[in-house]
């Protein structure tokens, strides 16, 4: 059976100081299980972390950049971020594409870019709310899907995110996570062969301890990526002690 990752999204929150408070509650509280556990933390409180997160707990960047190294003033490189300590980069977040107009594209490029430094990135997909009205969800996610992975190999973890589901406390039903769990499990079989199996799909959007559980029985959802609820060690005991 795949093994459940709870990836952590702490997106602008924490200072290292910070960081550091919560890694050594982490510590004190969490109880290992068959989940594996990984926190994507702002770059600059990933060396704090590495340092007091509870062994076992991986780590992880919200971005990376597409390029190697060089005149790329305000960007991080996946090397940099392997030598802190990650194992696992966030790419193609909606608020980067939104804010930061990723397109599907860039994510691929920053997907490689990761992949080459042996850094496992996270691709995010998902539909709005437009999209989801008019009920092209599966179409515009899939689309999202072959563009962000031009060129990306099989060691990847995916990120289902409908946008209209994160922060906003509407969670997709177990159901609907399912449905485009399923979809996306297809398409990477037909894009990776029997290689597919072992990839991760995770769902996001308004995870909390009460519905992680529901959301991650379905058969093609093994894990969640999780914003608000990974702020608070207590919520992420919650979280981690009901996918045992
Ligand atoms: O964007 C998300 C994780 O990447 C989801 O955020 P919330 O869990 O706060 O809805």
Known sequence: MTQNLLALNWKMNKTPAEA?????????????????????????????????????????????????????????????????GAKYAVVGHS??????HETDADVAAKAK???????????????????????????????????????????VVIAYEPVWAIGTGKTATADDAEELAAAIRDALIERYGSDADGIRILYGGSVKPDNIATLCAKPNVNGALVGGAS???????GMNDALK
């Open 113 to 155: 870019q990761a992949q080459a430094n042996g850094l496992i990135p996270i691709v995010c997909v998902g539909e709005g709310l437009n999209v989801r009205e008019q009920g092209e969800q599966v179409a515009y996610t899939l689309g999202q899907l072959e563009g962000s992975l031009v060129g990306v190999g099989p060691e």
């Open 20 to 84: 550091r408070a919560w890694a050594e509650e982490l510590r004190e509280k969490l109880t290992a299980n068959d989940t594996e556990l990984a926190v994507m933390a702002p770059a600059v409180a990933l060396a704090s972390l590495a340092a007091h997160l509870p062994p076992g707990v991986a780590l992880g960047a919200q971005d990376v950049s597409a390029h190697e190294s060089g005149a790329y003033t305000g960007e991080t490189s996946a090397a940099m971020l392997v030598d802190v």
């Open 95 to 100: 608020e980067r594409r939104e804010y930061h």
């Open 231 to 237: 702020l608070k060690v207590p919520d992420v005991i």
